[in-house]
């Protein structure tokens, strides 16, 4: 068996700079292996050792510089390394990364039957690109099965069995090879490589491709094969001022320190006023170009999850009506529902603005896979020509979007939070091309927002999960319900899902919640019996606050999934948060900034919670909170109005 | 994935520093002029790249470099400026007077100020030109013996909890047999320390005394300070008679100065703080005007052995020799060790090369290095400073009289050999202590705010430093128990006070019990615990490779 290693460089996200040109500036930031990548090289380890024949392959794409992280993956125990590497890749988006990539896996000998005996393991997803997208695309294109958000995966009788993230818990799911599988960053830390294995790849050679090494032509990649460009990328300006520190030598002074600052209020950021921009006028004499070529309306996926329309995929229906208002009048917002016994559901989705349901109702489709539900999709699209195509930002939409992308030769843009109809002029060609979907992203650790423009319909985007609202529901709104039947052949129901593990309920009220308190990996050792008990003494004065926590501590299992805060758990704004030993991961600052007021308790100062917190508190949490619970007892409320 | 993992060389460097590197350069270079090409030469260091775990002044006496790259021009070499102002300063509370004359050794003019990181990033790579293999970020845990002698090291497993437990990642450490292994760690090398211990070199030697270096890296306005100027202070804040030490100031190119303060680690207030004391030094008048309107860049610490000549271990064994710092090459009269080090190194590949030829790696074969020394430039700095630091017991300027006496009498003084105590000895109880404690000292001026002056925390944040969590803490308690009964009720927590990056915090509870927090994540590498804690309370033990600071132009 092969053991194949998708990889990739990045910079070291925090040495990250903005460039003069508006572009990020690579070359002064210190190169590292991608996060996630590393949990992926550690997991082709792990099954070699348990299938000592099995070889293990690194394969990256990038610039020569990439050879250095491909060393340190020889030297933690990979056989070979090969590296796609070629000036015309240059502005590849990820439908071509994934096919030059692909490509180069064929090149290699991979992919040219079913009965092959390989695996190929990836990150989830880079932190420089954060899509997710390339993983899904490798594996629509090698024609093999996927499974995405893998934690653990061994190798059983010569099939995969790994262990799916998914909101609210965990699928363990059975895939036979060949496969792909791309991992979170939250199983098995990537191992250091051994002085030995280093002394190893000192001395092995890196195989270097050019695409014409691989017959790849020119025209599939780069810019002219990428059907989606970045537009524009505008920095996010932080909107939170230095964080006050409490001062003082003991838990006493620390917590009356705090309340005294939450008192005189926040610091202010000082603004600076803003030139007023000149209006752009439309140039004169360009061709108008529609590249829509017919496709018309909205395709919205309504994912079911325990026999109900998930949270996530009725807000999508709000941008999908926005988007609709700003095209064309008799733009349709079409919803396409798949499960087994689903028909009543579809009447949710029409209150909700679907003006079409297309409904698969299937007793082989209750649960969500991605072969078959990707098939459906590329049937829907080819039979109905939709211009745009959204999905929620969930586990499933993430890797279903760049699959069914693949299918329909269209670009991908992830986890969006704002989207809108404009236009692109392209002065050189003197063309502008309209209307266009522009999907707007952060990305960049959330330091950037980058506008990403499709040429090719459907335009699809992901919409991050918790930005848009839930549209108020009208029972009495009419739309059109429709079955469909696809076609589908046995080998898209090759993976199995053996159990599907889901926590208690959605915990929606932690969305009404007026302050949270989330517990880190940093406030464990009681297993968040401080941090459960300063909310309940919150609650008795009468204030709505509720306990959450973030990603490792639901890795551990000393909390349910559905108290997760982050990227991928739950996204929350109440008025105050309060977070307790919480390091302050990109991850967990996506699902809880939009607070009012963040108050960090954490005992090391360099945590990255603090430069995100309006009040913080350096100190062991043991220490702090017993004082901080005595205060709320002695009616401290963190500033909120209490209703009697 | 082996559980026997064993590579094997003839030559092995623990450590990149100077001293190390000059080592592996040498050794290449005396090799090839012996026409010998199939010998190996690896050197490993612990920090995540060359040059990120080095820290000095620094101002570096460059004829060394004549000797030990013949073949590069001076202008070659990456140092920062040619010295061409001089002065040492002294200062009281409020004011500054120029000493009209160089305490003795330390006129600087000619000589270049630098940034040790980048200077060995620059030997790192003449090392790897000439065939030397060099892995940084992996920690040599020990050394490993064969009948008796060492015959090689052994890296640090990884992949380990913080109880011990193995980790699914867990990775077993590389052995690495070598007919000769060179100890190059630095300033109390944790394994130049154990193998010391082990074969009794350091018998009939003065203890190693130790200072401590706090350093800031600044970018100041343009015209603040001129690239090339120099300054070093005695007196304030330091109290003559009690503790040895001043401060330096180092202009640099473009607007950067590097300054900090040294201090002997022999002081006896329990509650002393080189670092709290180097943020009092910044706000003299002198300092603070260099520093107006400027930025910091860098922190970093470290130890100096100062010792001496007398305080030297046997530096050779079988198949084994130390250089540098380890072994204790530095003048603490010129406040420096780079070229000693250098020196050191040059001598120990010379004796290597030796050895490798004739096949004899043994303490006899490789006494050679000791012959070297006594013969060297290096020698004659050393012995005639040999009472330098020793003389200091009576105070700075008294220190000085009796120093300038040993000069004219040839480094005996009229006392002949002075003896040293160990620096955790000399430290005194809260009872003993009789003067006016720290904090007392300077009330008023211990309030920092972060943009001037810093606490640790602040600091530690512009050394980089970080540390895996998973991984058995890397100062060790030897008598846990002890701990509190000792340290902290009859020392009141010194290691909280010493501790440049706020490692150790003595954490008081509600109910007044006292108890001591690590925070290993902090650690600089400076191993001022594993000097001066008392009743020897902490042992420093290397972490994992590529912790620890990333220095880049310390």
Redesign the interface.
Known sequence: MTIISLMKQVPLPSEMRMGEDGLMDRTKAKSIINIDCGYAL?AGI?IK?ENPDAKLIVCSMGPPSFEESLKKALSM?YDEAYLLSDRRLGGSDTYATGLAISTMLKHLGFGKGLDEDFLIVAGRQTSDGDTAHVPSQVAENMGIPQATFIETADLVDGNIEAKRIIEGGYQMMKLPLPCALSFTPTG?????????G??KA?NSEITVFSIDDINLSDEKIGLSGSPTIVAKVANIKSERAPVKMSEGH???ELVNSLMENIKSGKNTLEVKEKKEKKEKKRPEGFEEIDFRDGASGILTWAEVVNGKISRPSLELLTPARDLANQLEEDTQVTTLLIGKDIQDLAKELVAHGSDEVIVVDDERLEEYRILPFSEIFAQVIKERNPEIALFAATTAGRELAPRIGVKTDSGVTADCTALEIGEHINRKEKKIFAPILESRRPTYGESKLATILGFVCPQISTARAGTFEVPTPDENREGIITNFEPKLKKKEFVSEIIETVRGEGGLQSLFDADIIVAGGRGATSDDLKLVQELAAALSEQGVKAEWACSRPVVDDGTAEYARQIGQTGKTVRPKVYVAIGVSGAVQHIAGMKESETIVAID????ETIFSNADFGI?G?YQ?ILP?LIEKVKSGFTFGLEVKK | MDSTDTVSTDVLIVGGGPSGLAAAIHLADSLKKRGIDDKRIMLIEKGNAIGSHNLSGAVIDPKIFKTFLPDVDISEIPLDSEVTVDKTMFLTETSDNALPFHPPYMNNIGNYSASISKLCKYLAQIAEDKGVEIYSGFAVEDVIYKDGKVSGVKTKDTGVDHHGKNLKNFQEGTTVEAAITILAEGTRGSVAKKVIDALDLDTGCNEQIYSLGVKELWSVPEGNIEAGTVYHTMGYPLQSGSEFGGGFIYGLEDNKVALGLVVGLDYKDPSFDVHAAMQVWKQHPFVSKILEGGTIQEFGAKTLPEGGYYAMPKFYDDNLMIVGDSAGFLTTARLKGIHLAIESGMMAAKAAAKALVSGDTSKASLSYYNELFEQSNAYEEMYRARNFRQAFDKGMLLGGLQFATQLITGGAGVLGRLRTEKDSEVLMSLNAFTGVPFAQRFEGKLEFDKKFTFDKVTDVFYSKANHEEEQLCHLVLNNPENYNKVNIEQYGCPEASFCPAEVYELHTDKEGHKELRIHAENCVHCKTCDIKSPAAGITWVVPYGGDGPDYEYM
Do not use: M
């Open positions: 550690e792990q050792n125990g098995i830390d990537p191992r250091r490589p051994s002085l030995s280093a002394i000192r003991s838990e006493t005992h090391n100062a360099k350096v062991e220490d004082e």
